[in-house]
């Protein structure tokens, strides 16, 4: 029997063409990892982010695999021009097979304290960005009945609390998104996901300079094990296993998504707000 992994990353049959991967927010953490696991299973790689030096150290590292292309494409996409050049990029390449939606940020000011630029570089960044490569892949894959879309949201996308307002809710839309295009592609052997990590080794909370003591040790994943969650429930993109748009890495994150569920919202959101209380008395804070 065929194993699915293998499947995954198969030279299409007809063409023998390679299979490629992009990838935003590859110059760290998630994304980093994103791209290691994509070139092990045979991938041809474009990295996207701002930082070209880190994407370079990376691209040398897989370029060390035998038979790899990595394809280095520094953008920020905040910024319409490099958002409309990562898209023209994705037009131009026909045999994507993977899009990662990873770049992202937080933010510690309260929205009514912040500096209105931030706030849109989010939403730009989580929204915009995502939308925008989402619709230059798409039409490619479904015509190729072919291809997996990730979308790095956050176990976040199911809360709300001080100080987190806009990265919760640009979470949340892009865990909408995803639901709504898993239902326009059922059908197709197309694959969306909406990845939901909790607390992650990464850069994530040093770019944030938040301390990492505010959550328990017990709590933390690392950027392998989200990674490799979310690559196992993709799936074998032939349409055969249950589709599941969601993904949750650790049974602890889908008991905290549960209980987003359950409780009434005024418990939910008092309990935020006292955690987050607590974190301020201890000099601490928290985000994911
Ligand atoms: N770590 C967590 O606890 C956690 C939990 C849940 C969800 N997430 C989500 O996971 C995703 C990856 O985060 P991470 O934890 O891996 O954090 P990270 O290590 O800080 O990586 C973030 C990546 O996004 C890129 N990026 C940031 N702003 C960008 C921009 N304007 N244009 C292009 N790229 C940009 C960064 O690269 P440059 O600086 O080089 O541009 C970096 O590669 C994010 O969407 C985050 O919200 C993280």
């Known amino acids: 029997m065929t194993d699915p992994a293998n499947l995954l990353t198969e030279p299409h049959a007809e063409t ?14 998630i994304g980093a990892m994103f791209a290691r696991k994509l070139a092990e299973r045979g991938c041809d790689l474009i990295l996207v982010a701002r930082r070209k030096e880190k994407l370079e150290q990376l691209a040398d590292e897989i370029r060390g695999e035998p038979g790899a292309t990595v394809t280095v494409l520094p953008a920020d996409l905040t910024s319409p021009a490099d958002l409309a050049r990562v898209y023209e990029h994705i037009k ?8 990662v939606n990873n770049a992202g940020f937080g933010l510690l000011p309260k929205f009514s304290e912040s500096e209105i630029e931030s706030q849109n570089a989010m939403a730009q960044l989580h929204v915009m960005a995502t939308l925008n490569l989402t619709h230059a892949a798409l039409p490619k894959m479904v015509e190729r009945n072919r291809g997996f879309i990730v979308n790095v949201a956050s176990v976040a996308a199911f809360f709300q609390s001080p100080s987190n307002v806009v990265y919760c809710s640009t979470k949340r839309w892009l865990v909408s998104f995803s639901d709504g295009l898993d239902v326009e592609l059922t059908g197709t052997n197309v694959v969306v996901q909406a990845l939901c990590p909790g607390f992650t080794y990464s850069e994530f909370h040093d770019v944030m300079k938040v301390d990492r003591r505010s959550v328990p040790e017990n709590m933390w994943l690392s950027a392998e094990y989200v990674v490799d969650k979310s690559l ?4 074998d993109g032939t349409g055969k296993r249950n589709r599941k748009y969601l993904c949750i890495p650790s049974w602890k994150y889908k008991l905290v998504v549960l209980s987003s569920k359950i409780l009434p919202r005024f418990l939910r959101n008092y309990l935020g707000a006292a955690r987050h209380r607590r974190m301020q008395k201890l000099g601490l804070t928290e985000q994911m």
């Open 232 to 235: 196992k429930a993709l799936g």
């Open 16 to 29: 023998s063409e390679r299979h490629v991967a992009l990838i935003t927010g590859a110059s760290a953490g």
């Open 92 to 99: 131009k390449t026909p045999n994507l097979e993977y899009l």
